[in-house]
């Protein structure tokens, strides 16, 4: 019996597959692009390969993220919410709170024993998201995976004024020519972030186990920035942007069980690897 | 590296200082009093309707929408900011009302009643009662409403009827006004009393009344004066020394007293043709909440010649009006605050210019005061004070040729006014006010 | 068609067309006075055989007229419904009534008449406490209306015409509250989104014709076997304004929607107004006391010198007490428009009411637009997921 999660966020199409004791066996990445529709089954194909499972061998599919009503062979859908939750309570079982800070979101998630129980999101405004350092570091000229290193070796933090995404590359753009040093910039773009991210979870109240999840959370010098912001101890899974289907995988696991032991019936969808289509045609 | 002082441009009043220095002495002594004992009460800007009431009755009043600009110009709204957010008030809310808010969470929740050591001079103590008012927005009496979450304070609403302006001249209508104030202030006294435990001292009442009225007649009367050219006093100048008026802030008759001394001058500079800024070149009339943190942007703006002539509808003293005959203290306080409300209506609907009770004045301001344009600051948590700058500006243009420059900001969050920016817009609207003027002249204006 | 449904068709086809029918009554000759508010007493328009026709916006409807006169950061419902206007959408109205509910109100009525030039306009104040002189004042501004609907109709609004119009419109009322029974059993037997088409349907049509519409309704919804399906969760939808079925849809996807308190929704339908010797002093208590709109500044008791917030948090919110326990609501959701600041400030006290009443609860904001309606929805799914059975 084999399980799986497919979670579509704005950026990132992520592929976890599961068996029965919850071993993953499968976890594959890849950019969403602008054709959602079009790549879920690409990389559910790629992730049954490294398996060496085909599609009729996955007993329940949850599909989550933003792109989740496009994944016609899923099961049923679930909030990326609901299933970072449980991702997270997986990796870390004492966890009160979690944060997962995307490319296009941030989300604050208060969680009790794996099980989602409030939650506030901010997918207003790119300067509470990781876009907002994917945009200043274009205009800095330096690559994203480097920003947290170098921010590291800051010796003063310089205040970043301007709260639009936008006009902060411009300012940051003026810092370097009135002579800032980089890493300095670099801590006070963390810190602006930090703080944003932060205020959203002071809305929810932050409880430990405080544990971040997301792209951003690769970038050590966030996890120093939100770490003084909210001043209590953050811990980081090793694969920090396989949470949300890693939690689709789980709970497809604990529906099909619960339906197993209760002798009901489940409706699945068809396994077939086919695109999404609009009104029923298929798209090469 | 020589240090440059900061020029000062605009040539100030000397009799704005005392009445400037006023506000500041008031407000300590309320602080020492309170710290003494007396009780104090949060109230709410009500434009000379509540004010008298408690003044009479000797109470000290907290301005939580003067201390948020404050806390604000100080730096340390944020801390209060960041508190609302996490008590769950949205974000746009006027950003006052969220540093109270947060205020009186970390005041009540966190410090179980004890003043926070960090709030600046002397922080607000736990009131007796919430005075809020109805006058301007909404946002203000919801706000006090809103208080009753962390203080467990009685709240007393002032109603503010706010007519249409043709409505307002359907017969009858203005005494159903007048009744509705004068009762509901009634009821406002017999609850103040029973909060404080002491009768209204009615003559005193009928005093502190007059000396309002008079206060702001010289007031007025002072702002007449600048329609001079050059004009003689500068919107800075206004705005430092308005709280005795608008406020009543400090002894009344003190406050008359010095409002004479600036009449005296600034008629003084009237007859010499001496200026508020060295070089006039452009008149410039203000709307509507002036950016307190960064009032020596107004000095630069001088340096190129930009004299501010008028401003700020909201503030401004109600146009005069004769209450003589009227024996009822409460009747005269009511028919002075409604006046502040409807005053221009009239006019207003021989010009046929209906988009916001606050709007037309600036037609009047603009073309009384020969404005060459106008500064519109819109604000982005205060939509009282912003809503009717588009029409205004609309309206200026239409009928005055008079052209607009809107620089946005916000009343606490100050990063988004940028001195810099609005300074580069600056001569660009120089050649637009120029351009306009020729129009003018071509239509036969006489500015 | 089906014949079925005969009547939840019409509504459906009114909803999506809603000024077919004004336009029909205005070629035939009768009256058409346009209002944005609930608090406009429509008695008194069809006193006169007026019809009124709430000025409604469009969701779907991109904002470009409204930037002359309102600023961007302003009651985006409002800016709508300008928008709207200035674009010549409501240009077969006779006249506009508007009143002092709240800001966003005021200051749209007033940009409203000056660049629109309808034969009649008409603005109301009205008071923000529930005093008496308060009430006294606002029967004075109803008065006042009275007089400046005489002088453009040339007809008088007696006593006798103001309370035949008053009956249809308490009927009306009635009806609605009788259509919200409805929803009371599980699964309810209409959707929110049939309610919300059926609601605005009836700010679309003369008083008459939408009491017989409501009739219809009603009778085909008790026999009908193609209602809803039933979901684990009954929702409350409290907020300022839900008329549009594109976000009740939002909520209806995984839930079952059973009380809409808002306007779109019971807000304007849950009292009567009394007969009294003035009829207009029965419009203005019931308008002031019964629309249970937060501009309107509620106490337990006024000027009460020893106040108690849960007393307090009763006086404002506990119409909804009954509400939850008669339609077994087990999850509410606080809709907040953007920029609503009167609502906004009810929100924490409204959340402590909830807590206070066993209800699970959340915050969403929308700006009236359709854009935001796909975050919305994750909003509400994860909502439903931690209430979750």
């Known amino acids: 019996m084999y399980f799986a999660g497919v979670d579509i966020g704005s950026t990132m199409t992520k592929v976890v597959l599961t068996d029965k004791a919850g071993n993953l066996l499968s976890t594959i990445k890849g950019p969403t692009g602008a054709e959602h529709r079009q790549l879920a089954n690409e990389v559910m194909r790629q992730a049954l390969n490294e398996a060496s499972l085909q599609i009729d061998d996955i007993s329940y599919i949850v599909a989550t993220g933003y792109g989740r009503l496009n994944v016609p062979f899923a099961d049923c859908q679930i909030t990326e919410l609901s299933c970072h939750a449980r991702g997270v309570h997986s990796r870390f079982p004492d966890v009160r709170t979690a944060i997962d800070i995307g490319g296009q979101d941030a989300k604050c998630m208060k969680i009790d024993n794996g099980r989602l129980v409030n939650f506030v999101m901010n997918d207003k405004c790119a300067a509470g998201t990781g876009r907002f350092l994917e945009v200043t570091a274009t205009a800095l000229g330096i690559k994203l995976e480097d920003m947290g290193d170098i921010s590291l070796k800051a010796t003063k933090k310089v205040q970043i004024s301007n709260l639009c995404t936008i006009f902060a590359q411009q300012e940051v753009v003026a810092l370097i020519s009135r002579g800032e040093k980089l890493e300095n910039i670099l801590a006070g773009l963390h810190d602006a972030l930090a703080c944003r991210i932060a205020a959203l979870g002071r809305r929810l109240g932050i409880e430990p186990d405080l544990v971040l999840t997301g792209g951003v959370a690769k970038n050590i010098g966030m996890v120093k920035a939100m770490k003084e912001s909210l001043d209590c101890e953050i811990l980081v899974p090793e694969e920090p942007l396989i949470t949300g289907a890693l939690g689709g995988a789980i709970l497809a696991n604990e529906i099909y069980m619960k339906a197993v032991a209760a002798g009901e019936a489940l409706s699945t969808k068809a396994r077939r690897l086919e695109k999404a289509t609009f009104f029923g045609e298929e798209h090469r | ?447 | 068609m089906s014949g079925r449904n005969a009547g939840l068709d019409k509504a459906r086809e009114i909803y999506l067309n809603r000024s077919k029918r004004v336009r029909e009554l205005k070629a035939a000759g009768k009256r058409i006075i346009g209002y944005p508010c609930a608090y406009i007493p429509l008695e008194m328009l069809t006193a006169l055989d007026i019809v009124p026709y709430q000025t409604c916006g469009d969701m779907r409807e991109p904002i470009t007229e409204a930037d002359r006169a309102l600023p961007h950061s302003f009651c985006p419902i409002m800016r709508n419904y300008l928008d709207c206007a200035l674009k010549g959408k409501n240009d077969f109205l006779d006249g506009m009534v508007t009143a002092h509910s709240c800001d966003p109100q005021e200051k749209t009525a007033r940009v409203w008449e000056s660049y629109t030039h309808y034969p009649y306009f008409h603005f109301i104040d009205i008071p923000i406490t529930i005093r008496p002189e308060a009430l006294e004042y606002f029967r004075s501004q109803l008065n006042d209306f009275r007089k400046t609907l005489e002088a453009f109709t040339g007809e008088e609004l007696s006593k006798e015409r103001l309370e035949a119009a008053i009956k249809p419109h308490n009927r009306q009322r009635a009806l609605v509250r009788e259509l919200y029974e409805l929803t009371k059993p599980s699964p309810p037997l209409i959707s929110g989104t049939e309610t919300v088409q059926v609601l605005k349907a009836l700010t679309s049509l003369p008083v008459s014709e939408g009491n017989d519409l409501l009739i219809e309704v009603i009778s085909e919804a008790k026999n009908r076997s193609d209602g809803p399906g039933k979901q684990p969760t009954r929702l409350l939808i409290w907020s300022s304004t839900v008329d549009d079925t594109d976000i009740m849809q939002i909520f209806e996807g995984k839930a079952n929607v059973v009380m809409n308190e808002s306007c779109g929704g019971i807000r304007a339908y849950r009292g009567e107004v009394k007969f009294t010797a003035d009829p207009l002093e029965g419009l203005a208590d019931y308008y002031l006391n019964e629309i249970t709109c937060a501009r309107t500044f509620r106490q337990a008791a006024p000027g009460e010198t020893r106040k108690d917030y849960l007393r307090d948090l009763q006086s404002r919110f506990g119409h909804l007490k009954g509400i939850v326990r008669d339609w077994k609501i087990n999850g509410a959701i606080m809709l907040l428009v953007r920029y609503c600041d009167p609502f906004a400030f009810e929100m924490p006290s409204l959340k402590d009411y909830f807590n206070s009443i066993g209800v699970p609860s959340t915050y969403i904001e929308y700006d009236y637009t359709t854009g935001t309606l796909a975050p919305i929805r994750t909003r509400v799914e994860a909502f439903l997921e931690t209430v979750g059975h």
């Open chain 2, 1 to 447: 590296m020589v240090v440059q002082k900061e020029r000062k441009t605009i040539n100030r009043l000397k009799s704005m200082y005392p009445l400037r220095a006023k506000v500041n002495e008031t407000y300590l002594k309320s602080v020492e009093a309170i710290q003494a004992g007396k009780p104090a009460v949060w109230g709410m800007l009500n434009f000379y309707y509540g004010d008298p009431i408690l003044k009479a009755m000797d109470i000290e009043v907290v301005y939580p929408e003067n201390y948020g600009a404050i806390a604000a110009a100080m730096g340390i709204a944020q801390q209060y900011l960041e508190r609302a957010d996490a008590e769950g008030f949205p974000t746009h809310l006027c950003g006052y009302s969220l540093t109270t808010l947060g205020y009186a969470s970390r005041m009540m929740k966190e410090l179980k009643g004890q003043i926070p050591p960090e709030a600046p001079i002397g922080g607000m103590p736990k009131p007796l009662f919430l005075m809020s008012s109805a006058a301007i927005c909404d946002a203000r009496y919801k706000w006090f409403q809103a208080l009753g979450r962390y203080m467990d304070v009685p709240v007393w609403p002032l109603e503010a009827p706010l007519p249409g302006i043709k409505e307002f001249f359907i017969e009858g209508h203005y005494d159903k006004m007048v009744k509705l104030g004068v009762k509901h202030l009634r009821d406002f006294v017999a609850f103040v009393e029973r909060m404080v435990g002491k009768k209204m001292d009615w003559e005193k009442l009928n005093k502190t009344a007059d000396l309002m009225i008079e206060v702001n007649r010289v007031w007025h009367e002072v702002n007449e004066l600048r329609k001079a050219t050059p004009c003689p006093m500068h919107s800075r100048d206004f705005w430092s020394a308005m709280p005795a008026a608008l406020f009543l802030a400090g002894d009344l008759e003190d406050s008359l007293r010095l409002y004479q001394d600036m009449y005296k001058e600034v008629k003084d500079r009237v007859d010499n043709h001496v200026g508020a800024i060295p070089d006039e070149k452009y008149r410039l009339v203000f709307a509507e909440l002036p950016p307190w943190h960064s009032l020596a942007f107004f000095d630069r703006l001088a340096e190129r010649g930009w004299n501010f002539a008028i401003e700020s509808v909201g503030y401004h003293p109600p146009i005069p009006l004769d209450l003589s005959e009227v024996s009822d203290p409460l009747e005269r306080i009511t028919k002075f605050s409604l006046q502040f409300l409807v005053g221009y209506y009239e006019d207003s609907r021989k010009q046929n210019v209906l988009g916001g009770t606050t709007a037309y004045p600036y037609l009047k301001y603009a073309k009384e005061w020969k404005c060459d344009g106008a500064l519109l600051h819109p604000l982005i948590t205060c939509r009282s004070a912003s809503t009717h700058l588009p029409y205004v500006s609309d309206m200026l243009i239409e009928k005055l040729k008079v052209p607009s420059l809107s620089i946005e900001g916000d009343i606490v969050d100050l990063r988004l006014f940028n001195p810099e920016d609005a300074l580069a817009r600056a001569e660009p609207f120089e050649e637009t006010m120029d351009y306009y003027r020729e129009i003018r002249k071509q239509e036969g204006s006489d500015w």
